[in-house]
Structure formats: C-alpha cells, structure tokens
C-alpha cells in the first residue's frame, strides 16, 4: 500500500516563499501522474499544479508565473516551489499520486502567510 508524506509548510512573511516536499512510500511515482492541491476551510480542495509523467507541467492561474513542480523520480519525491507567497496562498497543500488504477493522497502541510 502506498503512502505520501508532504513537508516544508509553515509560517511565511508576504512576499516570501517556500518549497514543499511529498516523500512517496510503498510505490514508485515514476508510475503516476502527480497533483498539488490546497484547501481553505468551507471551500473545495483545489488543483493547482499538475506534472504527468513525462514531466509535462501545468498551473492554476492564481499560481502561474510564481510556482515551479518538479518531480525526482529517484528519490521517489515530488516537489512544490512557490515564490512572492501572499495571505490568499494560505492554506493546506495536499500532494496527490494518481494513475489509471490507484490514487494516493498525503496528509496534507499547512502553510500560512502573514501579511
């Protein structure tokens, strides 16, 4: 059975940033497409970068320009760069592996910023 661990959250001035960490166990991401989402509490979790497994990379718009995920299929680790963070990125970002037969999800890492 799989399991995603994410890390690196934590409190963060505006204009800051942060690089967050999901460490995969029990499966090879090489295998999967992989997600970063993030969730406010009374909203809908939301996708907000996509990398597949050619390495092909995709971004919400709110995100686009300031936020780089790359993928270490080495070290079976999938990673969130975000850059110029501001109050509205605070939230709890959730990594997610997913293929056309399983999908795993992390625990999820707050980050909060300070405005």
């Known amino acids: 059975q799989g399991q995603l661990v994410e890390s690196g959250g934590g409190l963060v001035h505006s204009g800051g940033s942060l690089r967050l960490s999901c460490v995969a166990s029990?499966?090879?991401?090489?295998?999967?497409?992989l997600n970063w989402y993030r969730q406010v509490p009374g909203k809908e979790r939301e996708l907000i970068a996509e990398i597949d497994t050619y390495g092909t990379t995709s971004y919400e718009d709110s995100v686009k320009g300031r936020s780089t995920i790359s993928r270490d299929n080495g070290k079976n680790t999938l990673f969130l760069e975000m850059n110029n963070l501001q109050p509205e990125d605070t939230a709890v970002y959730y990594c997610?592996?997913?293929?056309?037969?399983?999908?795993?999800w992390g625990q999820g890492t707050q980050v909060t910023v300070s405005s």
């Open positions: 997610k592996a997913y293929n056309w037969r399983e999908i795993y």
């Open positions: 029990g499966i090879g991401l090489g295998m999967y497409a």
